[in-house]
């Protein structure tokens, strides 16, 4: 059974960085992609940063290109999320998710999700 666990949120004052971390298991894929989504209370899940396992190959939404970055440590199933120059907007819980194959746009084509992690960046 494929099991997600992020980890890493934490409360920052902004200009502030964070490192967002998340292990997977469980799981044989060689081809599958890990994303990162958050989510404010209210709203649906945002797809911020995913990075496709098969070529390395990363995604990112336009409020977070230049300021967040994703990779991935293949050998551990791991992947992180650094997060540079945090803005109160970037406040939300933030979640860690998997799926067999290329990267998905949206939430809904995601498959394992990990519990989730709260990020709260204060102006």
């Known amino acids: 059974q494929v099991h997600v666990a992020d980890s890493g949120g934490d409360s920052v004052q902004a200009g502030g960085s964070l490192r967002l971390s998340c292990t997977a298991s469980?799981?044989?894929?060689?081809?599958?992609?890990m994303g990162w989504f958050r989510q404010v209370p209210g709203k649906g899940r945002d797809r911020v940063a995913a990075i496709y396992a098969g070529d390395g190959s990363t995604y990112y939404n336009d409020p977070v290109k230049g300021r967040f970055t994703i990779s991935q440590d293949n050998a551990k199933n791991t992947v992180a999320l650094q997060m540079n120059n945090l803005e109160p907007e970037d406040t939300a819980m933030y979640y860690c998710?998997?799926?067999?194959?290329?990267?998905?746009?949206?939430?809904?084509?995601?498959?394992?999700w990990g519990q989730g992690t709260q990020v709260t960046v204060s102006s």
């Open positions: 998710a998997m799926v067999s194959g290329l990267c998905p746009q949206t939430a809904e084509g995601f498959t394992y």
């Open positions: 469980g799981f044989t894929y060689w081809s599958y992609c």
